[in-house]
């Protein structure tokens, strides 16, 4: 067994061929591996990336993560009466990931230009907790599309925000109201001066309502949207109603966005601040 000692942990390395030589390049390029959550984070002027025996060095949003491969064997988790519970687990987290990709591309459109690097995993993440409100299916079986029908799930969903960096009740400090039926969105009168957070660079602002119709069962969905034109951001008092232009069909679930994007606006033309980083896009409703 190898010890690979680090400012404040010690790292055992089996006594193996590989690992013999991972052990030589870790001490000629003095890379030390420091642990990240459940596993280890790469810290040094060498970055693997790769396998090495049991040993997997990858690149994620986080920077050079190692994990380390596991023992067991897909076919015996797929088989296996011991391992039911991680089958079930599987089913439902899948089922959770399906439902986010249904939410996140019926809102295309409206998350274009507004989403963290992260939304992907926080919707699965929220729709794995809305899974768990299906009170009706057997383990394994729970879907947020049940889960969603409940008034638990719905307020789950209500108050999503798409860019965690723009929280819309961070940015908007004027109240307003939705009308379920029609999709219409009321804003108290507005003086884009003091009642929005915008950044320095920006010199106008659209404001855009979103209705979509989703259906997490069968994947359908539609969605209608309306913006007001560019608008200075300057002490005006503005007076917006947010009326798209159709009530979406399908018998899904109903939400409800409210989007405002930040342009820098040069010889007449609107070019997007920092490719959207401060746009702000929330489901403020569900019914």
């Known amino acids: 067994m190898f ?18 030589r991972l052990r030589l390049v870790l001490l000629l390029h003095h890379v030390s591996l420091k642990p990240y959550k459940n596993m280890a984070k790469q810290n040094g002027i060498l970055k693997f990336r790769g396998t090495i025996d049991d040993l997997n060095f990858y690149q994620s949003q986080d920077g050079q993560l190692v994990r380390k491969k596991t023992s067991v064997d897909a076919a015996r988790i797929a088989s296996d009466p011991s391992f039911i519970r991680t089958r079930e687990n599987g ?29 992907t995993s926080r919707i699965t ?3 794995s907790d809305i899974r768990k409100l299906d009170k009706t299916s057997v383990r394994g079986k729970r879907t947020p599309a049940i889960g969603l029908q409940s008034a638990e799930g719905k307020a789950l969903l ?16 004027t109240a307003f109201t939705v009308d379920t039926a029609t999709g219409v969105i009321t804003l108290q009168p507005i003086v884009p001066l003091n009642d929005i957070l915008f950044p320095p660079a920006a010199t106008h602002l659209v404001i855009s309502g979103g209705f979509a119709n989703v259906d997490l069962a069968s994947g359908v969905y539609e969605l209608q949207q309306t ?15 947010l009326n798209p232009p159709a009530v979406p069909a399908g018998t899904g679930t109903k939400l409800f966005l409210l ?4 342009f820098q606006n040069v010889n007449g033309a609107d070019y997007s601040l920092n490719n959207g980083a401060y746009n702000a896009l929330s489901i403020v409703e569900v019914a």
């Open 3 to 20: 010890f690979f000692r680090t400012k404040y942990h010690l790292w055992f390395i089996p006594e193996r061929p590989i690992c013999r």
């Open 91 to 119: 089913a439902e987290f899948g089922a959770a990931g399906k439902a986010g990709k249904i939410i996140r591309d019926a809102l295309k459109p409206l998350m274009a230009d507004v989403a963290d690097n992260r939304v």
């Open 125 to 127: 993440k929220l729709m």
């Open 158 to 173: 209500k108050g999503f925000n798409f860019n965690i960096d723009a929280v819309l009740s961070s940015v908007l400090s």
């Open 227 to 241: 913006s007001t034109p560019s608008t200075p951001i300057d002490a005006q008092t503005l007076n917006i109603t």
């Open 259 to 262: 989007k405002i994007e930040f």
